[in-house]
C-alpha cells in the first residue's frame, strides 16, 4: 500500500491528484468537486483567493483546512521578489510552509521564468520552506531545482489552461528517471486520459484546475479524473509488455489441430 501513497516533504497522501480553486462559479462548486475528486492538498493562489478577509466569502468556510492540505501557490507572480513576498505572506497567514513556487515569464504565454524561480527556490529552501516548483519540462533546469533543495518538481504539460495534454512525453520520461523527487505534471492537461498518461509515463501525481473547473460538467470531470489517476498508477505498477514491430499471437502457436 506505500507504494500507493504520495509522499511531499516527509507527508504521505492518500490521493495523488491534486486539485486548483481557482475558474469554478462560486466557492461552492469548487467544494464539491474538490470532495468528488477525493483529493487532499489544493492549491490555493493567495493572490486572487480570499483566506483572510472575513468581511468576504472565506475559502475555509468551504473547504476545510483540518481536513484537505492547502498549497499556496504564487500564481501571477512575475518575478523573484513577488514570489518570495507572496509565499512569506502565506506563511504568515497560516503557518504554511509547504508551498508551490510559481514564477511566470509573460503574461500571454504564462510560460515558467527559469532563471527567477531558481533564484526564488535557493531562498525559499533556506528560509524553511518546502518548495513544490512549476517549471518548464527540460530536465537539466529540473536537476538544478533538485540541487536547489526543491521538494517536488513540477513540469508543465503544456501551457497553462490550453487544455492540449502532455506535448513532451520524452523529456517528462527523462526527468523521471533522473530524479528521487516527487514528479507532479502540472498545467495544460484537458481530459482524464491526459491523467492517466501522466500517471503510466511514471509521475507521481498530477495537478488539474482548468480541466474540472471549465468541464461542461466540472463534478463529472472531477470523478473522472479520480479514476484516471488511479488507472493510471495501476498500469505503470504493473508494468507494460514490451513494445514490437511485429505481431506476436496470444493464442499458442503449437499442437494446432
Not at 516527509?10 to 466557492?27: E, W
Not at 489544493?42 to 486572487?48: L, P, Q, S
Request: hydrophobic residues 40%; glycine residues 8%; aromatic residues 4%.
Amino acid at each position: 500500500m506505500n507504494k500507493n501513497k504520495l509522499k511531499i516533504a516527509n507527508r504521505k497522501f492518500n490521493s495523488r491528484l491534486i486539485v486548483g480553486t481557482g475558474k469554478y462559479k462560486n466557492m461552492r462548486e469548487c467544494a464539491k468537486a474538490v470532495k468528488l475528486s477525493g483529493a487532499e492538498i489544493v492549491t490555493v493562489a493567495v493572490r486572487r483567493v480570499n483566506i483572510s478577509n472575513k468581511k468576504k466569502p472565506l475559502l475555509m468556510d468551504y473547504i476545510d483546512p483540518k481536513k484537505i492540505t492547502y498549497l499556496p501557490n504564487t500564481a501571477g507572480c512575475f518575478t523573484s521578489e513577488e514570489a518570495l513576498r507572496t509565499l512569506r505572506l502565506a506563511r504568515e497567514i497560516g503557518g504554511w510552509k509547504l508551498v508551490k513556487l510559481e514564477v511566470l515569464g509573460d503574461k500571454k504565454n504564462l510560460f515558467p521564468e527559469m532563471i527567477e524561480t531558481l533564484k526564488s527556490t535557493e531562498v525559499l529552501t533556506k528560509e524553511g520552506f518546502n518548495v513544490m516548483v512549476y517549471c518548464n519540462d527540460d530536465p537539466l533546469m529540473a536537476k538544478r531545482l533538485e540541487n536547489a533543495g526543491a521538494s517536488a518538481i513540477m513540469p508543465l504539460a503544456a501551457p497553462i489552461g490550453s487544455g492540449l495534454g502532455i506535448l513532451n512525453k520524452v523529456n517528462i520520461k527523462i526527468i523521471r528517471n533522473q530524479t528521487n523527487l516527487p514528479l507532479i505534471i502540472d498545467a495544460g492537461l484537458g481530459q482524464a486520459s491526459d491523467a492517466t498518461i501522466a500517471m503510466e509515463l511514471g509521475c507521481d501525481g498530477v495537478l488539474v484546475n482548468t480541466a474540472i473547473a471549465k468541464a461542461k460538467k466540472p463534478f463529472d470531470m472531477a470523478i473522472a479524473f479520480k479514476n484516471a489517476v488511479l488507472a493510471g498508477r495501476q498500469s505503470y505498477l504493473s508494468g507494460r509488455i514490451d513494445k514490437t514491430l511485429m505481431g506476436n499471437p496470444s493464442s499458442p502457436t503449437k499442437g494446432l489441430i
